[in-house]
């Protein structure tokens, strides 16, 4: 059986989202704020909605070569702590480049992408609802993933631990890589390119506050 890398290739139009957050993210730093928000509407691409839809909306045999959910281990079997502090979360994305380990898109420090969001309300659009955000601010959110899940009895070891875009995180849920065909990314070295670095500029710039 070959094993795929990741659930659904990105689109191009993430690298290209990347660029134009990376250059928002620059204008803000310089204080050219209309610049900053032109670029972070720029960014805001209806074909990373779709992608977006297709991974972590309704599960399918197309995307996800399943459709059932499958059961938790008992809670009691269950690791106590269900996500690492802060800092180890950061020290992960570091390690990894600010790259999904899966899918290799560049991903986005949440507290930058949070900072973005409330700067420009009106242009990232982060509403409550949850297809209708920013496409780039959503998708591209660093997340933390247990590559086996917490919930199916992974640990918190650094070993078990990989960086993930939103879509690979959450369209993976609980399910093991086997049940959804897909190779250990651990296999794979995280990218060398270290010139992405999640917009976490912005952060130590600014002295954001984290938040999901």
Known sequence: MSLRLCLLTPPPEFAL??????????????????????????????????????????????????????????QVEQEKIRMPVRGKELEVFRRDGWRCRFCEAKVIDRTA?????????????????????HAALYAMAASLDHVVP?????????SNLV???????????NLKL???????????????????????RLVDSRGATSSV
């Not at 992408?113 to 955000?133: C, D, G, M, P, Y």
């Not at 960086?163 to 849920?173: K, L, M, N, P, S």
């Not at 049940?179 to 976490?200: C, I, K």
């Open 17 to 74: 989202a990347a660029k134009l957050l990376d250059a928002a993210a620059d204008a803000l730093l310089a204080d050219r704020t209309e610049l900053a928000a032109s670029l972070v509407v720029a960014s805001d691409l209806d074909e990373i909605r779709e992608y977006v839809i297709r991974v972590v909306g309704k599960m399918s045999l197309e995307v996800h070569h399943t459709t059932k959910l499958p059961k938790s281990v008992p």
């Open 113 to 133: 992408r949070n900072l973005l969001a409330s700067t420009f309300s009106i242009e990232s659009r982060w509403t409550s609802e949850e297809f209708q955000r």
């Open 150 to 158: 917490h919930t199916r009895g992974g640990s918190n070891e650094d």
């Open 163 to 173: 960086t993930a875009c939103y879509c690979c995180q959450f369209g993976r849920g």
């Open 178 to 200: 086997e049940e959804v065909e897909l190779a250990d990314p651990r296999e794979r070295g995280p990218t060398e390119d270290r010139s992405w670095d999640g917009l976490s």
